[in-house]
C-alpha cells in the first residue's frame, strides 16, 4: 500500500483559507454601535396615556484599548458618518398615528478620539393591550453615505397596559387604607398583630396641605434592653401535719419584660411645602396624635440568690411580720391608658408613577398615664396611676409600590424614661375613592 501523497493533488486547502481570512478578520474589527439599556425596554403600567421613552446611543473611542502592543481602528468606518434611528412601519403594533418622534433622527459622528454619546427620546402611546411593541432601525453611513450594514440592529419598546388611576389628573385628595400585619424584628420575621391605617392627605391652599389619620399599630420594645433586679419575699406556712414552723424567705431575682403598645389613634399635621419640585417635596409640620393605647406586657423570672431565710413556730413575733407578705410573680397582664402628644417637625414626600413615600420626623411633648405599680389581692387588682409629660421623638415612614399597591412601613417612638419602641408593617394599600374597583393600583397625590 502505497503512502498519500498530498503534492498529487497540491494545496488545495490554501485558496479556501485565503478566502475565509477577510471574513475572520473583518468579524474581530466589526464597528460597533452600543445601546446603554440593551435591546429592548419596558414601560411599565401607569394612567398616563402618554408616556416618553428615552433610548441612549454609545459609539466607542476607535482604538482597541484591549491589545497592549497594537491599536486596531475597527471604528474607522464610522469616522465622520451618522448614527440614523428609523420607526419601522410594519413591526411596530402601537398606534403609529400618536407616536411622536423627536425631530432629530441623525446623529453625526465627529470624531472618534473619545466616546460619543447620543439621547433619543421618543412619546409612545398606551392602550388596554399588553406588550404593545414600538420597533426601531439603527444603522450608520460612514462619510461617503454608504450604508454600514455590520451596525444595523433592532430596539424594541415593550408598553405595559393602561391602568386607570382617580388621582393620576388631582392634586387636591389622597385617600388610601392599608391594611396588613406587624412584625416584630426583635424576636424573629414573623406576622403578630392587624394593622391598619386610613390616611387622607389634601390640599388646602396654596401650600398649606393637611393630613388626617386613623390607625391601630403595635409597637415592640426589645426586652433585652428591659431587665432590672428586684427583691423578693416568701412566707411558707406548715402544710402537713404535725408542722409548726413557719419558713420565712428574702432574695433578689431578675425581671425581664417583653412589652407591646398597641395604639387606637387620631393624628392632624397641618403641613407647609417649602420646596418646589415635581416629584419630591419637603414640608413643615405641627400636629397632634391623641390615642388610647393598650399595653401588654409578658414578665420571665431567674432567681439570683437567696439572702435571708428564718424558720419559727411563733412569726407574730418578728419585726414587721404583717407586712411580710410573698412576693407575687405575675406572668403576663394588660391595662389601658391615654396619650397626648403635641408636635412640630418635617415631613417629606416622594411620588413618582411607580413610588409613593412619606416620611415624618416629629419632636414634642407626650403626656400619658404611667404605671407606678400593680398589686394582686382579694378584692382583685390594684393599679395606681400618675399624669406624666415628657419629651418625644418619632419617626414614621410608609414606602408604596403604586402598581400593586403593596406598602412597607416603619416607625419608632423615643419618649425619655421609656425604653425606645419600634414597629414594620407589611399591607395592602387600597384607593378609598374607588370603592366599586377597591382591588386596582393606588396612585399619589400631585404635589405642585
Known amino acids: 500500500m502505497q503512502p498519500f501523497n498530498t503534492t498529487k ?9 485565503l478566502s475565509l481570512l477577510p471574513l ?4 474581530q474589527s466589526k464597528p460597533k454601535i452600543l445601546i446603554k439599556e440593551g435591546d429592548t425596554l419596558r414601560l411599565a403600567s401607569t394612567s398616563k396615556k402618554m408616556v416618553d421613552a428615552t433610548i441612549t446611543f454609545l459609539v466607542p473611542t476607535d482604538r482597541d484599548t484591549t491589545n497592549k ?4 481602528f475597527i471604528q474607522d ?13 410594519k413591526a411596530t403594533t402601537a398606534d403609529r398615528s400618536k407616536i411622536a418622534l423627536p425631530v432629530k433622527s441623525e446623529f453625526e459622528i465627529d470624531t472618534l478620539k473619545k466616546q460619543n454619546e447620543f439621547r ?3 412619546r409612545v402611546p398606551r392602550d388596554s393591550l399588553d406588550d404593545r411593541q414600538v420597533v426601531l432601525n439603527i444603522t450608520a453611513k460612514d462619510a461617503k453615505g454608504k450604508l454600514i450594514n455590520q451596525t444595523s440592529k ?3 419598546i415593550y408598553i405595559k397596559p393602561l391602568i386607570s388611576d382617580t388621582l393620576g389628573g388631582s392634586d387636591k385628595l389622597e385617600l388610601w387604607f392599608h391594611t396588613g400585619t406587624n412584625f416584630d424584628l426583635f424576636n424573629g420575621v414573623k406576622a403578630q398583630e392587624f394593622f391598619f391605617r386610613a390616611n387622607m392627605l389634601l390640599k388646602i391652599t396654596g401650600r398649606f396641605y393637611a393630613q388626617v389619620a386613623f390607625y391601630k399599630n403595635r409597637y415592640f420594645l426589645d426586652g433585652q434592653n428591659n431587665e432590672e433586679v428586684l427583691t423578693f419575699n416568701s412566707v411558707k406556712q406548715p402544710v402537713q401535719f404535725g408542722e409548726t414552723l413557719y419558713t420565712f424567705t428574702s432574695g433578689t431575682y431578675k425581671r425581664s419584660t417583653k412589652q407591646t403598645t398597641d395604639p387606637l389613634a387620631w393624628q392632624l399635621d397641618a403641613l407647609y411645602k417649602i420646596t418646589d419640585d415635581k416629584n419630591s417635596n419637603f414640608f413643615l409640620s405641627g400636629g397632634w396624635d391623641i390615642s388610647t393605647t393598650t399595653v401588654s406586657i409578658e414578665n420571665s423570672y431567674t432567681y439570683l440568690d437567696t439572702t435571708f431565710r428564718l424558720q419559727t413556730s411563733k412569726p407574730d413575733t418578728l419585726p414587721g411580720s404583717k407586712n411580710f407578705g410573698t412576693t407575687n410573680f405575675p406572668r403576663s397582664f394588660k391595662y389601658d391608658k391615654p396619650s397626648y402628644n403635641f408636635n412640630v417637625g418635617f415631613m417629606w414626600i416622594f411620588n413618582d408613577e411607580t413610588l ?16 407606678l405599680y400593680r398589686q394582686e389581692t382579694k378584692g382583685g387588682t390594684q393599679m395606681l396611676f400618675e399624669a406624666k409629660s415628657e419629651v418625644y421623638l418619632q419617626t414614621r415612614v410608609m414606602a408604596t409600590y403604586k402598581p400593586l399597591g403593596i406598602s412597607f412601613g416603619m416607625e419608632s417612638f423615643m419618649r425619655k424614661s421609656d425604653v425606645p419602641a419600634f414597629n414594620f408593617t ?17 396612585s399619589g397625590l400631585k404635589i405642585q
Open 9 to 17: 493533488f497540491g494545496n488545495w486547502w490554501l485558496p479556501i483559507l
Open 24 to 27: 475572520f478578520i473583518n468579524a
Open 69 to 72: 502592543k497594537k491599536n486596531f
Open 77 to 89: 468606518s464610522l469616522k465622520k458618518g451618522k448614527l440614523l434611528v428609523e420607526l419601522d412601519q
Open 120 to 122: 433619543y427620546t421618543i
Open 154 to 156: 433592532k430596539f424594541i
Open 356 to 371: 409613593n413615600v412619606k416620611t415624618q420626623l416629629v419632636g414634642g411633648i407626650s403626656s400619658y398615664s404611667n404605671l
Open 426 to 442: 407589611l399591607s395592602k394599600a387600597f384607593d378609598l375613592k374607588k370603592l366599586v374597583s377597591n382591588f386596582t393600583p393606588v
